[in-house]
T-cell receptor
Framework: KQEVTQIPAALSVPEGENLVLNCSFTDSAIYNLQWFRQDPGKGLTSLLLIQSSQREQTSGRLNASLDKSSGRSTLYIAASQPGDSATYLCAVRLDQGAQKLVFGQGTRLTINP | DTGVSQNPRHKITKRGQNVTFRCDPISEHNRLYWYRQTLGQGPEFLTYFQNEAQLEKSRLLSDRFSAERPKGSFSTLEIQRTEQGDSAMYLC????????????????FGEGSRLTVL
C-alpha cells in the first residue's frame, strides 16, 4: 500500500528565506507526483507536476525535484513571501491506469513578515 | 475556462438528512473525480468517472453515498441519512484524458463543498 508522508507538519520562517518542503513515498513505482497549495477553507491549486521520467520541474520561484529510487520529492520555494503562507500537499499517482492520487497530510507553511 | 465549480460551498444539516453536492468540471475534461478531506488530513479518493461511466469506487464510499454523471458533464454526489462522521470537505477534480501517450495525469480541483452534520 502506497503511503505518502510530509515532514514537517508545520513550518514557520521569516520572509525572504529560501525553504524546502519534503515529501516521501513508500512505493517507488509511481506514474507522477503533483504538488498542490491549499489556502484555509479552500480547494487545491496545482503547483507543479513531475512525471516519473523527470527529475525536476520549475515554475517561477518554485522548483520541485523527484528522486524515485529513494522515494522522495522536495518543493523548493525561493525568496519566500507572506502570500506563500498556505498548506502544501504532495500526491502521487501509482500508475497510468490508476485514477486515484494518494496524498500526504500536508505541510502548513507560515511566512512571517 | 472558468475552472472546476462546486455548489454549495457550505452545507449545514442535521443528522439523518440527505444532502447533494454538484460539481461542474472544466469544459472538455472527460474525467471527473470526487475526494473527501477531513481536518488536518490530505484528501482521500472516493470515486471517478470517465465521461458518464463510473469506473472506480473507493471502499470509503458506503452504500449511503451515490455519485452520478448522467450526461458526462456535471456530476452530483448524494449522501443519504447523513452521520456526524460525514462532516468533511468534499472536493471535486477534473482532468482531460488524451490517451496513454499524451495524458499528463494532471488534476484540477474545485473550491470544495464543506459539509457540517449536527
Amino acid at each position: 500500500k502506497q503511503e505518502v508522508t510530509q515532514i514537517p507538519a508545520a513550518l514557520s520562517v521569516p520572509e525572504g528565506e529560501n525553504l524546502v518542503l519534503n515529501c516521501s513515498f513508500t512505493d517507488s513505482a509511481i506514474y507522477n507526483l503533483q504538488w498542490f497549495r491549499q489556502d484555509p477553507g479552500k480547494g487545491l491549486t496545482s503547483l507543479l507536476l513531475i512525471q516519473s521520467s523527470q527529475r525536476e520541474q520549475t515554475s517561477g520561484r518554485l522548483n520541485a525535484s523527484l528522486d524515485k529510487s529513494s522515494g522522495r520529492s522536495t518543493l523548493y520555494i525561493a525568496a519566500s513571501q507572506p502570500g506563500d503562507s498556505a498548506t502544501y500537499l504532495c500526491a502521487v499517482r501509482l500508475d497510468q491506469g490508476a485514477q486515484k492520487l494518494v496524498f500526504g497530510q500536508g505541510t502548513r507553511l507560515t511566512i512571517n513578515p | 475556462d472558468t475552472g472546476v465549480s462546486q455548489n454549495p460551498r457550505h452545507k449545514i444539516t442535521k443528522r439523518g438528512q440527505n444532502v447533494t453536492f454538484r460539481c461542474d468540471p472544466i469544459s472538455e475534461h472527460n474525467r471527473l473525480y470526487w475526494y473527501r478531506q477531513t481536518l488536518g488530513q490530505g484528501p482521500e479518493f472516493l470515486t471517478y468517472f470517465q465521461n458518464e461511466a463510473q469506473l472506480e469506487k473507493s471502499r470509503l464510499l458506503s452504500d449511503r453515498f451515490s455519485a452520478e454523471r448522467p450526461k458526462g458533464s456535471f456530476s452530483t454526489l448524494e449522501i443519504q441519512r447523513t452521520e456526524q462522521g460525514d462532516s468533511a470537505m468534499y472536493l471535486c477534480a477534473s482532468s482531460r484524458y488524451r490517451g496513454p501517450i499524451k495524458n499528463t495525469g494532471e488534476l484540477f480541483f474545485g473550491e470544495g463543498s464543506r459539509l457540517t452534520v449536527l
